[in-house]
């Protein structure tokens, strides 16, 4: 380029865009990486070498396309009962109460609760990216499900759970959405 090397152009961007320098200079190759390169291909180029930087910018570039922070959930996961694994429909869940090393999770479809040897916490971090909220050290509850919410109880149809003041401000977030 006429007055100006591709290293100083890059540079001179602000945002600049996914790069791949092609280049017969080795003496740049880290200043090229330094600028946050995709690849820095050295002439002569084969073809199976141009593809594979190709693909490389191809995975990043689909890497970037997914929403941040936001892993995709399936509406489902399976834990283990009694030997067996059982599925679990986010969406039917309507609390979900820990019990030293094992949590008991209350389902609308089922009278009684499906007991898993799990720590609450990791059942949290299941459900972060749906509407479950934490009201209590021993209570999950899903956010859509909640009927009613007392000074120090939250309610899900006839039963009452505890809410903690330790808690309490997940509740207040919850009811801002």
């Known amino acids: 380029m006429p007055g100006l090397s591709g290293l100083q ?3 001179s961007l602000k945002n600049p865009p996914m790069i791949i320098f092609v280049t017969a200079y080795k003496e740049h190759a880290l200043e090229g990486f330094n600028l946050d390169a995709i690849d820095y291909l050295l002439k002569p180029v084969s073809f199976e070498r141009f593809l594979k930087a190709c693909n490389k910018a191809q995975d990043l570039f689909n890497l970037q396309q997914k929403p941040q922070g936001r892993e995709e959930h399936p509406g489902y996961f399976f834990v283990y009962v009694e030997y067996n694994q059982v599925k679990i429909t986010i ?12 949590v008991k999770i209350f ?26 909220v934490r009201i209590h050290k ?34 207040d977030t919850m009811l801002a959405r």
């Open 138 to 171: 021993s209570y999950i509850v899903s956010a859509d499900k909640v009927t009613a919410i007392k000074r120090d109880l939250v309610c899900i149809a006839d039963t009452e759970l505890p809410l903690s003041e330790t808690y309490r401000s997940n509740i």
């Open 9 to 11: 152009f890059v540079k």
């Open 91 to 102: 969406a039917d869940i309507l609390y979900i109460e820990a019990m030293k090393d094992y």
């Open 107 to 132: 389902i609308t479809t089922s009278g009684k609760p499906v007991i898993t040897k799990m720590s609450l916490k990791a059942l949290e971090e299941k459900l972060a990216a749906h509407r479950f």
